[in-house]
């Protein structure tokens, strides 16, 4: 089990801000954010240009074409005298806007880890013949990332048969494997150079907990493993679900529906229409969207001192309130952002289907 740091506890952060691989001073504020797992990783970068170094100042920064960026943040041993080898990486990747500000003297830097090799290439091949796993290790490749892949057995052909026309006109890589990974019931997503292909978190495993006491009888205050907790309920789609996917087959020359019904029972009546599917596809997709549109009735929010230990694929339990909002949830958003005004802070938002 993992905890959340005490909100009063004395810590020490640090950072590193790597350009091209080289470390620069003049930083003034890092922000890294994991939208967990369908996009790209973001990152921001403000730095005082006065403190700039003399080979890499506003100048430099205006008339390059491409920046390599790695930002490096936690809690050495010496907070006076570190390396980047003592922290830990929170991103790597290029560099996609520069912003000057001549009046405020600051720079601004922000853009996104390797991901952006795969969202800005487009599909160039058909993969029926292979499996979802074999396409993820091909997509790494060309991308120059290293795989890290879970083995799967089943053909794309399978389950994207009538989607790969879609898939190969207009669409990316990075749809291709969000694609796959929605089928596989997986998550891809880069960290450094490594892409990963692997399944989603699964509620059974051990928690990162924030915990909330309230104040003993009527003295003394709540603590809590954050600055502010806050959490919701989606009544419009907690007591009853029903998603109901229609089909037109052109192949078959005929319709097709499949429901799926949330375990409450039916309720709010969610339809859809896709072209060209199976009964087995049509109830697949059915399936898929009950689960995407029930795991948005609890959703949570933390903010509050950040470490290094919660990980994208990690969930997250909140215990101690008294209420239904005691349970796992599951991070969609873990933003790290690390200033001499505030320190080293993160704010999440986790969403999960209620227990009850």
């Given amino acids: 089990m993992k905890n959340a740091p005490l909100a009063s506890a004395a810590r020490s952060p640090r950072g590193v801000v790597q350009i091209n691989g080289t470390p620069i001073d003049g930083w003034l504020s890092i922000e890294v954010e994991s939208t967990v797992f369908a996009n790209a990783d973001t990152f921001r970068v403000r730095f005082a240009v006065s403190d700039l170094p003399a080979g890499k100042d506003a100048n430099w920064f205006s008339s390059q074409k491409t920046i390599k960026c790695e930002v490096f943040a936690g809690f050495p041993p010496n907070p006076d005298n570190y390396s980047a080898d003592e922290l830990d990486s929170l991103i790597l990747g290029m560099v996609d806007n520069v912003s000057f500000d001549p009046i405020a003297r600051t720079l601004l830097i922000d853009g996104r880890d390797f991901a952006s090799k795969l969202i800005e290439a487009k599909i160039s091949d058909k993969y029926p013949n292979q499996t979802s796993s074999q396409i993820a290790t091909t997509l790494a490749g060309k991308a120059g990332l290293t795989p890290q892949v879970t083995s799967t057995s089943v053909k794309v052909g399978k389950f994207y048969e009538i989607d790969q026309v879609r898939l190969t ?3 990316t890589q990075w749809d291709l494997l969000q694609y796959l990974a929605r089928e596989e019931g997986f998550a891809a997503y880069v960290k450094g150079e490594t892409l990963y292909f692997e399944p989603k978190p699964s509620a059974s495993q051990d928690p990162y907990v924030f915990k909330y ?15 502010s907790i806050s959490a919701r309920r989606n009544l419009a789609i907690t007591g009853g679900l029903t998603v109901e996917v229609h089909s037109w087959n052109m192949r078959d020359k005929k319709a097709y529906a499949k429901t799926a019904t949330s375990p409450q029972g039916a309720g709010k009546t969610y339809t859809y229409v896709f072209a060209n599917l199976t009964p087995d596809q049509c109830q697949a997709r059915a399936n898929q969207l009950l689960k995407e549109i029930t795991g948005h009735q609890m959703t949570l929010n933390v903010r509050g001192p950040a470490d290094n230990i919660l990980l994208r ?6 215990t101690g309130t ?3 909002f005691d349970q796992t949830y599951f991070p969609t958003s873990i933003a790290r952002s690390l200033s001499r005004d505030e320190g080293y802070v993160w704010d999440i938002e986790a969403r999960n289907v209620a227990d009850d």
């Avoid at 006491?213 to 600055?227: I, K």
């Fill in 313 to 318: 694929n990690d969930v997250i339990q909140l």
């Fill in 169 to 171: 006109d207009n669409s």
């Fill in 322 to 324: 008294g209420t239904a």
């Fill in 213 to 227: 006491e309230p104040p003993a009888g009527n003295v003394g205050f709540a603590s809590a493993s954050a600055q």
